[in-house]
């Protein structure tokens, strides 16, 4: 229980450094160069992580009464949209399928000055967001993400 906890917060300080980092950046460049690791980061934590992030996701939604017998499995966040978010999503379902996400797609949609803003999540075969198909059977029940 104690790696769990320490592998999720490593996820979180890593996602607060890497917001840092950008906002700290005075160049356009380094602001460039400040989102690549950040997406580089979030990416190399969950892969490293993702386990240990997926089983205290879990631990935590049994303590609730909120557990599962589905599949769960934690992936990046690919953001399509107007804010451009990264992070993590733990993704649930047949174990078959689950087995197929390779990220969870976020299309962000505003309208009407903002009043109105509707975030799609789509689980996908692809970390690549042109080129992917989505996963059918599998939704997402948890999202851990940081502003670009």
């Given at each position: 229980m104690r790696m769990k906890r320490l592998a999720v917060c490593a996820l979180a300080s890593a996602m607060l450094f890497a917001g840092s980092v950008?906002?700290?950046?005075?160049?356009n460049l380094g602001s460039i160069l400040g989102g690549v690791v950040k997406v580089g980061g979030i990416g190399f934590l969950v892969?490293?992580?993702?386990?240990?992030?997926?089983?205290?996701?879990?631990?935590?939604m049994m303590k609730e009464g909120a557990g599962t017998n589905y599949a769960t499995k934690v992936v990046p966040i690919v953001s399509i949209g107007n804010?451009?978010?990264?992070?993590?999503?733990?993704?649930?379902?047949?174990?078959?399928?689950?087995?197929?996400?390779?990220a969870v797609g976020q299309l962000e949609i505003s309208w009407n000055d903002k009043l109105f803003r509707i975030k799609g999540l789509i689980p996908m075969d692809s970390k690549n967001p042109t080129s992917f198909s989505r996963v059918q059977g599998v939704g997402v029940s948890a999202v851990i993400d940081v502003r670009v």
């Open positions: 950008t906002n700290i950046s005075a160049f892969d490293k992580y993702g386990e240990s992030i997926n089983s205290a996701i879990n631990s935590v804010s451009g978010y990264i992070g993590a999503a733990q993704v649930i379902g047949d174990a078959d399928q689950v087995a197929k996400v390779e």
